[in-house]
């Protein structure tokens, strides 16, 4: 890991940037997840539980969006490694870019925006866990998938500074994973009691 820092100014304005903007991401998506289930205020002031969800999820997809061109800007600022500017590792940047948007995709696909963008935290609760694929193949195929697709954004782009952010990525989602689990797993754990207190 100490190699990849001699290409790489940490303090360099667009590589501090990519780190804050990988690191707000998943805490501001939980801070205000928490609090909506919490004290549903978010599908008060937006008279719905499903458009407080979809106003969140808007948010955190320009906050990618926001992190992604952060994370591009921090690699071209700074020098390509000689070592990974050849075609084989581009060819592999590109297979993980592919892998990470299909695990991406086909996890939006299987859990809906709602299901993707924390609607359990707004009571949308799903009857049961999806296991069909990706999740028959990886628990949290959305956040892998991402971590593999910045993997294949650096190796095509033979940066360095893009592999320390991606294993800053990754740092981070585990540490969301951590997290979020067993927040979510008491949601689903409360579900039957709060099914049975309706009837």
């Known amino acids: 890991m100490t190699w990849l820092l001699q ?10 940037a990519a780190v804050l903007t990988i690191a707000f991401n998943p805490f501001f998506w939980n801070v205000v997840a928490r609090w909506e289930h919490r004290t549903r205020k978010l599908s008060s002031a937006f008279r719905s539980p499903h458009l407080a969800c979809y106003s969140l999820g808007g948010v955190i997809l320009l906050l990618n969006g926001l992190r992604s061109h952060c994370f591009t800007q921090a690699m071209l600022s700074q020098p390509k490694m000689e070592g990974l500017d050849n075609p084989t590792t581009y060819c592999l940047g590109l297979a993980l870019l592919s892998v990470g948007s299909v ?11 709602t299901g993707t963008f924390l609607g359990d935290y707004f009571g949308i609760l799903k009857e049961a866990r999806v296991t069909t694929f990706p999740f028959s193949i990886v628990d949290n195929p959305m956040y892998w998938g991402s971590t593999a697709n910045y993997l294949g954004w650096a190796l095509m782009h033979a940066s360095p500074t893009g592999l320390l952010l991606t294993a800053v990525v990754a740092l981070v989602y585990v540490v969301a994973i ?14 039957p009691a709060r099914s049975h207190r309706r009837r």
Do not use: C
């Not at 290409?7 to 501090?16: E, F, G, I, K, R």
């Not at 991406?104 to 809906?112: E, P, R, T």
């Open 103 to 113: 695990f991406v995709l086909s996890s939006f696909f299987a859990l809906g925006f």
């Open 7 to 16: 290409y790489t100014n940490p303090l360099d304005p667009s590589v501090v």
């Open 178 to 191: 951590l997290y979020e689990e067993p927040f979510t797993a008491e949601i689903y754990r409360q579900k």
